[in-house]
Nanobody, 125 residues
Framework: HVQLVESGGGSVEAGGSLKLSCTTS????????MGWFRQRPGKGREGVAT???????SYADFVKGRFAISRDNAKNTVYLQMNSLKPEDTAMYYC???????????????????WGQGTQVTVSS
């Protein structure tokens, strides 16, 4: 069965870094677009970064220059390197897989693809 398991979340101070990982199984990972979404306290889910099967990324404006998404098709894993973290980045971060293109998936937080259970990121000021 399909599994997406996030790891790497935690608590950091503003300006710090974290690297999230999402290890997957049960579907044709290398052919799927992968993405990271987040849900901040009291807010709706939003796209953070997505990456096509060929490695082409898309980013939300609020993370450009700070976050980087990458994928390792040999390990069926997608990563999110988060630098210069801000308190407003505090959220539950979810990994997702879909057949939509990255530039579409990032604006579609309600898509019906595969989802992980999330990992909490907390940034203190």
């Amino acid at each position: 069965h399909v599994q997406l398991v996030e790891s790497g979340g935690g608590s950091v101070e503003a300006g710090g870094s974290l690297k999230l990982s999402c290890t997957t199984s049960g579907f044709a990972y290398s052919t799927y677009c992968m993405g990271w979404f987040r849900q901040r306290p009291g807010k709706g889910r939003e796209g953070v970064a997505t990456i096509d099967s060929d490695g082409t990324p898309s980013y939300a404006d609020f993370v450009k220059g700070r976050f980087a998404i990458s994928r390792d098709n040999a390990k069926n894993t997608v990563y999110l390197q988060m630098n210069s973290l801000k308190p407003e980045d505090t959220a539950m971060y979810y990994c997702a897989a879909d057949t939509l293109p990255a530039r579409v998936l990032i604006t579609t937080p309600w898509h019906s693809g595969y989802w992980g259970q999330g990992t909490q990121v907390t940034v203190s000021s």
